[in-house]
């Protein structure tokens, strides 16, 4: 059976920076970079099972998060853009949120 991340609780406040806690044993990063590269990219989506979806918004666009603390995200609790799909991260970057998507392939099983 081929590994599969699997919904987990996420917690009430993202706090600008919220990883799932199993990225981290299938992560392909190298450590010090600031970039995946496109194999990185991919091997890390074989690794978790999962289709990762990328959603990058802009601070004006979520009323929740006031506009004078960019880092509280106690408010808002972001909605998945496609049905099936759970979150699988939330962090800051200097254009605003992005968050990843996790959207299970159907021939993977939890592992």
């Not at 970039?35 to 979520?62: C, H, M, P, S």
């Amino acid at each position: 059976m081929k590994y599969q991340i699997q919904p987990t609780q996420v917690p009430d406040d993202l706090n600008s920076c919220w990883f799932h806690p199993d990225i981290e044993k299938h992560d392909t990063i190298g450590e010090n970079a600031e970039f995946y590269t496109k194999e990185q990219w991919a091997q890390l989506q074989i690794n978790l099972g999962v289709e990762i979806l990328v959603e990058r918004l802009e601070y004006w666009d979520i009323p929740e998060i006031p506009e004078d603390d960019c880092a509280d995200w106690s408010n808002w609790k972001p909605q998945a853009p496609i049905k099936d799909a759970f979150l699988i991260a939330g962090f800051d970057t200097e254009d605003g949120p992005c968050l990843w998507w996790a959207k299970p392939k159907a021939e993977s099983k939890e592992g």
